[in-house]
């Protein structure tokens, strides 16, 4: 368990963090620690995995979400603002050009 070598390991938090819920033996081994690490390691232990008991593959479960259902109304208001909008443009173009024309 080493929540609390976290901040003080000289590899950095993310390698002890990538071994987090396995067995970190092998990773321990390869990375060639020194005496005095491995005499740290007995403050840490906590002890042997069974790896009987260890699946040996994880199984992705997705999360269940509610069915989306589409609005109707909103696709309904869309088409009218589509019809609206250039027409109102239009209008506000004409009115700006018949009050601001000089004689």
């Known amino acids: 368990h080493v929540t609390s070598f ?5 590899g950095g938090d ?3 963090l990538a071994a987090t819920g396995k067995d970190a033996t ?6 060639g620690h ?7 390691m007995a403050k840490y232990y906590i002890g042997q995995i069974d790896s009987s008991t260890v699946p040996a593959k994880r ?3 997705p999360l269940q979400q509610a069915p989306n259902i589409p609005d109707k109304s909103s696709e309904f208001l ?3 603002l589509q019809f609206l909008v250039p027409i109102l443009i239009l209008g506000l173009a004409l ?4 009050f ?4």
């Open 59 to 61: 199984v992705y479960v």
């Open 95 to 98: 009115a700006v050009r018949k």
């Open 26 to 31: 092998n990773d321990f081994d390869d990375i």
């Open 34 to 40: 020194s005496n005095s690490a491995r005499d740290m």
């Open 14 to 16: 993310e390698i002890l």
């Open 6 to 10: 976290l901040e003080d390991h000289p």
């Open 78 to 80: 869309i088409k009218i």
């Open 100 to 103: 601001t024309k000089v004689d």
